[in-house]
């Protein structure tokens, strides 16, 4: 099947009046496979949105090529690329709606630039309004409704010409944690209900973690890493994806809690993390047994991410200090370990 979208090479520069040129993105190679939801995560100015707007080429790329859904938009006409977009949704943070529109003016907006007659378009939008839950909400205005309500608007005029890609670009960084709950939701059954293939921008890992099921993490234009949401979560290789799971996991001791646990455990302490399927369990427990050295378990964080079992687990190792450190560096082999060292040091 053809990957909805692959990036391959592709590079873009901006010329940045003072600063010179920008690399905005370098360099990046990506397949998005039908049916994923993708979240790409980086920090402010890390080339996010520069690389979500070449899906659907509102920016083309310096090098390299976009292929989206089989097609090469760097050799596509203007006409094409027209066709192109209107098949591409695409949500916006601050929703982007016309204020002189009611909701349903809003929503199919798009079916009236595409020619759709009066009574097709509003048998679609009442069913893109169902959909989206605000069936009640046709006849108002964008500034009567909530942030959530608008952002729903902001989802249901993205679908209306069913497109099978939807951009996503931190479509609930202006929502509140209870809203943003509601909204990912959404993206979610719009995901799993009609197929569609969802590219996330945020600077969230809770969102990664919520509804995707790969993870591509950006910094500096470059693509760091990517791949299934578990594997990049499990397996991190920069430091900078560490942060970030960091930021959405909490499984192991944050420094605060850390200082509390060497008030009453002043030996070694160490964090195991256990992955599915690799036998770290049995290979933890066989190990902490076959040294002479007493491990308490201190402080313990069970996550679940994509229905999986994550965790860390942290071990307070007491004994003979070479015994100690024969332990840690075996166990170094066998699991992904950080080691906190005693109080002592
Ligand atoms: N049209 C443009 N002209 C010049 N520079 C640009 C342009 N668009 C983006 N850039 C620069 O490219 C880099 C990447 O920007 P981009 O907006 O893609 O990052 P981002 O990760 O989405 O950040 P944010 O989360 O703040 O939106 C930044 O240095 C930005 O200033």
Known sequence: ????????????????????????????NLEVAAGDVIGVVGYSGAGKST????????????????????????????????????????VFQQFNLMTSRTVAGNVGYPLKVAGWSRADRNKRVAELLEFV????????????????????????????????????????????????GDVLALL??????????????????DVVRSICNTVGVMSGGKLLESGSVYEVFS????????????????????????????????????????REGTGSRTTLSDTLRRFDVHSTMIYGGISEIQQKPFRSLTYELSGNERDVEALVIALRSVTDLQDWGSSGE
């Open 235 to 274: 397996n991190p290789r920069s430091s900078e994806t560490k942060r970030f799971i960091e930021t959405t996991l909490k499984d192991k001791p944050s420094p605060e809690t850390l200082a509390r646990l060497r008030h009453s455990h002043p030996g070694r302490i160490v964090s195991v993390g256990i």
């Open 51 to 90: 690389l979500v707007r070449l899906i659907n080429a509102l920016e083309l790329p310096t090098s390299g090529h976009v292929v989206v859904d089989g097609d090469d938009l760097t050799i596509m006409n203007e006409r094409q690329l027209r066709e192109l977009r209107s098949n591409i949704g695409m």
């Open 1 to 28: 099947m053809t990957a909805p979208v692959s990036f391959r090479n592709v590079t873009k520069r901006f010329d940045g009046s003072k600063s010179g040129q920008v690399l905005a993105v370098d360099d990046v």
């Open 133 to 180: 839950g605000i069936a009640d909400k046709a006849r108002q205005f964008p500034s009567q409704l909530s942030g959530g309500q608008k952002q729903r608007v902001g989802i249901a005029r993205a679908l209306a010409t069913s497109p099978k890609i939807l951009l996503a670009d931190e479509a609930t960084s202006a929502l509140d944690p209870e809203t943003t």
């Open 188 to 205: 979610k059954k719009i995901n799993t209900e009609l197929g569609t293939t969802i590219v996330v921008i945020t600077h969230e890992m």
